[in-house]
Structure formats: C-alpha cells, structure tokens
C-alpha cells in the first residue's frame, strides 16, 4: 500500500504540476491514472526506475501511434480529456506486458533542434578561433543526432540577427537579453556528422521515429509538427551514429572526421549524467586526440559540470547554464565560458568579445 500511494502521489503531482497548462490532456490522464488502483497495479509490473510518468505515458502514446490502441489514439486526436483519461486506463490494464516492455527497451527523448540557437553562434565562434574552412561535428549524448543538424536550421534571434538557412523546413527562435549582440558569423562547411550515444535513435528506422513521436505530448501540435520536420531534414542526410560509452569511443569518433577538418564536439547536458570520473576521462580523450591535430569541444551544460569551462562566478545549481568554448592544440588548451542560457537554450545571454 504504501507502494501504491508513493506511486499515486508521483502522477497526481506530474498531472497537477508538470503537466498544468502545458498539457490539459496529460494533467487529465496523469490524475486519472493516479486515482485508478488497476492502473498503479499495472505500472508496478515495470521496474521502479521505469515507472515515471512522462515514459509511462510516451509507451501508452507509443501504442496509440502505431495503431494498437484505437481509442486512445481517437480520443488523443479529439484532446478529449475525459476520453483519453478512460482510454488510457483500459489500455494500461488490457496491454499491461506491451507497455511495461517499451518502457523497459525505452527512454524518454526529448527535442533537440532548440539547442541549435545555442551551439550555432557556438560553434562559428570556435571555428573562427582556430581559422579553419571545415568541421566535422561529434555530438555526445546525441539521441537521435538532431544537434547535427545545426548548420541546416534557421535560426532567429528576438534582439534582430538569422542565422543558418532561412529557407530550411526547420525554424528555431530564442530570445536574448544583456548588451552583447549574437555574432552573425556563418559556419563553414561541415564534413562529417557523428552521433555518439548509449542508445542511439536512426531517424531512418520507422519504429525508432515513432517513439521520438510518442515522446511528444499529443496536445502539444506545434512541439510535433516541428519534430516531424526535423526528422525529415536529419533523414536527408543521416549522421554516423556510434552505440556506446562516449568516453570510450572518441578515438572512433575522431577517425571519422578527415584529417584537414576541425573536430568540435559538443555536449549539451549530456556530462552531467557522467560521474566526475568519467568527465575528466572524457576531457582527457580530447587532450590526446588533440596530439596530432586541434580539437575543439563546445558545451551546454549546468554550472560546474563541465571541467575546466569557468564557472563567472555562478552558484551550482542556479537554473541556467553555461556556454563553453575549448580549444586544444597540441600541449595547450584554451577555455572559456562565452555565454549563458536558460530554459534548454529558448533564452541566453551572450558575453564573449566577437
């Protein structure tokens, strides 16, 4: 019982608080869910670490998507609350091995072509300091490579400067606040794209798009219909995607970017799933790599988490992020922190000199 409460109290807190405002359709569901004693009975068939909401319903959105839940999938396509509150229930119960095993095989995914209003401006600026005319991205934690996407998205600034391609399908914005301006230079060409993760998502495989698919709140029209245009423009041109420990393949990573382009790797929020071990490993992999050409390495990640970028001063866990820039050359390694940003990259404030 004290189980069944725990549990019931986690999905009347994600229904009431998380899922408020954002989505009336998961807030009706998530306290349904929470006060049906046959539904907490069925997510307790998953492992404990497995029963979050947010993945418990992106297995049940999942099924939907792929035709085996009609009525769920009708009454999501209708955002009729009262209907996919009830649907859901039966689904859970009915289809309670289904959905236990997707959120077993699976983990919640979240969007990533947002993050291209950061890396972008990011990324020019490395380039520029070390003086090349290409690159090759390395996207750690890169999910389903979207990150690698950034010289093909257009991106929009609320203090006036576009980059990338203003004719691209996918269009990101954010909004920008102190006295630096974001500088507008352009990228250079980009060589080659790598993906490294645990459990890299093909685009290209039609079960792993769904599931980036049931990832998306289903109320939330705007969030999907730019997903769907991001997975059609990564599909285009499909990045290299390597499955495994990232600190572990970076040389295999490395050796597919050509010898006259920059690797740059990125992290955005992908080292603070790392132990601190294994983040000074990570920085070391790119010490060594760094040996026999330069490497540059550019980082979205909280306060602190990144080794080496500074901190300007600002508390761990503060609510934003910080922007970093490293460049190692042979014996030498220069970092900076160039910026700051706030809510997955939608707002940031930039403070390196351009």
């Known amino acids: 019982m004290g189980r069944t409460r725990t549990l019931a109290q986690t999905y009347r807190h994600f229904g009431e608080v998380d899922a408020a405002q954002a989505s009336p359709l998961y807030e009706r569901v998530a306290i349904a869910l929470s006060e049906s004693d046959e539904a907490l009975r069925a997510i307790e068939a998953a492992p404990a670490r497995k029963r979050h909401p947010a993945l418990i319903l992106a297995a049940l959105h999942d099924l939907a998507l792929a035709g085996r839940a009609p009525e769920l999938a009708a009454a999501y396509a209708a955002a009729d609350g009262d209907a996919a509150a009830g649907a859901a229930i039966d689904t859970l119960v009915r289809m309670t091995d289904s959905v236990v095993d997707i959120a077993v095989r699976r983990r919640r995914r979240t969007n990533e072509a947002g993050r291209c ?9 490395v ?11 390395i996207d750690v934690g890169c999910s389903a490579g979207l990150n690698l996407t950034v010289d093909r998205v257009g991106i929009s600034y609320s203090n006036g400067p576009s980059l990338g391609d203003a004719s691209s399908p996918v269009q990101v914005s954010a909004s920008t606040v102190g006295d630096r301006a974001i500088p507008t230079r352009a990228l250079p060409e980009v060589v080659a794209r790598v993906g490294v993760d645990l459990d890299p998502v093909d685009v290209t495989d039609a079960d792993e798009a769904r599931w980036l698919r ?24 499909p990045p290299l995607l390597l499955r495994g420990d990232a600190v572990e393949l970076m040389p295999d990573a490395f050796a597919h970017v050509p010898t006259d382009a920059l ?20 920085l070391h992999r790119l010490d060594e790599a760094a ?32 922007i970093g820039l490293a460049v190692f050359d042979g014996s030498s390694l220069h970092a900076e922190a160039v910026g700051r940003c706030w809510s997955q990259g939608r707002l940031l404030a930039w403070l390196a000199d351009s």
């Open 127 to 137: 380039a520029r300091r070390a003086g090349v005319n290409a690159l090759g991205l």
């Open 117 to 125: 209003a950061v890396l972008y401006p990011a990324i020019a600026e």
């Open 263 to 282: 690797p740059v790797v990125t992290t955005t929020w992908a080292l603070s799933r790392f132990p601190l071990e294994s983040r000074l490993r990570f």
């Open 291 to 322: 040996a026999g050409r330069p490497v540059a390495w550019v980082s979205v990640e909280g306060v602190g988490v990144a080794p080496t970028i500074p901190t300007l001063g600002d508390r761990r866990a503060s609510g934003h992020s910080i």
């Open 214 to 237: 049931a990832c998306v709140w289903p109320d939330q029209r705007e969030q999907a219909a730019m997903l769907e245009a991001e997975i059609a423009l990564a599909a285009t041109a």
